[in-house]
């Protein structure tokens, strides 16, 4: 197959398509995990709830600085939970305009059971990853050098815009 995959035939130009493949891959796979389980939970909702376990309440801005993911992405995650019964919200006394979101009881219930899930979920990714000793640490020196500076701004450098 790899000999028809035209990314890999791309190398560094289809970088992104590869990673946006990928997460994609893993993404379906592990709603597929959940769906097999029978557990009403999506991929993306164990980061919020382990922040509101570490944190015990936060509000969405607060969520989505941690994770550094756009404001709108976090209020979809979030609103999808509510709906499922794992968040709590409450205005906040102070600001009328901000929520304070906290796990609900039914989470909290479940917490022990997704744990299971999620540390086999993180083995797998360890059985994945296990040929890239590395990988973390190049994955996170990627997100700093885009961090300093933009993909834009070094791609319009390139271009001597």
């Known amino acids: 197959m790899d000999n028809k995959d035209f990314l890999k035939e791309l190398e560094?130009?289809?970088?992104?398509?590869?990673?946006?493949?990928?997460?994609?891959?893993?993404?379906?796979?592990?709603?597929?995990?959940?769906?097999?389980?029978?557990?009403?939970?999506?991929p993306n909702w164990s980061i919020i709830f382990l922040l509101l376990k570490k944190y015990d309440t936060l509000t969405i801005t607060e969520i989505s600085e941690y994770l550094r993911q756009s404001h709108p992405a976090v209020i979809k995650v979030i609103h999808k939970m509510k709906a499922s019964g794992y968040i709590n919200s409450v205005t906040?006394?102070?600001?009328?305009?901000?929520?304070?979101?906290?796990?609900?009881?039914?989470?909290?219930?479940?917490?022990?059971?997704?744990?299971n899930y999620w540390n086999a979920c993180e083995e797998t990714m360890k059985e994945i990853t296990?040929?890239?000793?590395?990988?973390?640490?190049?994955?996170?020196?990627?997100?700093?050098?885009?961090?300093?500076?933009?993909?834009?701004?070094?791609?319009?450098?390139?271009?001597?815009?």
């Not at 973390?136 to 834009?152: A, F, H, R, T």
């Open 12 to 42: 560094l130009m289809a970088l992104i398509s590869r990673i946006k493949r990928l997460g994609d891959d893993l993404q379906y796979s592990t709603k597929d995990f959940y769906k097999t389980l029978q557990v009403d939970i999506e």
């Open 92 to 115: 906040d006394e102070k600001d009328s305009r901000k929520q304070i979101l906290s796990l609900s009881d039914k989470a909290i219930k479940a917490f022990p059971e997704f744990e």
């Open 130 to 161: 296990a040929d890239c000793p590395h990988f973390l640490q190049d994955l996170g020196k990627i997100e700093q050098k885009v961090q300093e500076s933009s993909y834009k701004e070094r791609t319009l450098k390139n271009l001597q815009l």
